[in-house]
């Protein structure tokens, strides 16, 4: 059990994996606070897509809004899951993995602005 919290320690305390994954927490707080702030129960459909040549073209309820930060949390959680299991044997795969899901994150962020920014 000591060997696990010592790699535990080495890991977190790399500053390259500690610094990526504060910025993909952050970045999945701050999904989840603009997620929560702007769900409405008043309005219970929500346009999803749009395409300049046909208009609205998918519609959901406005439920799915919540999908973007449990997946992009979920992502970071695996992904952070996988770079602390590869970290002993490739530091560089470790972190760019953790790179990759603060990158997934980000997108995220950008598909709920634009599914927000759409019904406003």
Not at 8 to 25: A, D, Y
Not at 72 to 77: E, F, H, L, N, V
Request: include cysteine; charged fraction near 10%; aromatic fraction near 18%.
């Amino acid at each position: 059990m000591e060997i696990l919290w010592y790699k535990i320690k080495r890991f977190l305390f790399n500053p390259w994996v500690f610094g990526i994954l504060l910025v993909s927490t952050a970045t999945n707080l701050f999904l989840w606070y603009y997620a929560v702030t702007h769900f409405s129960n008043e309005t219970q459909l929500l346009f999803l897509r749009y395409s300049v040549g046909v208009g609205v073209d998918f519609v959901g309820n406005t439920r799915i809004l919540f999908l973007f930060p449990a997946i992009s949390t979920a992502i970071t959680a695996l992904f952070g899951v996988l770079a602390f299991l590869m970290f002993e044997k490739a530091k560089l795969t470790a972190i760019v993995i953790c790179g990759m899901a603060w990158v997934i994150a980000s997108y995220n962020v950008i598909a709920l602005l634009l599914a927000v920014s759409l019904n406003i």
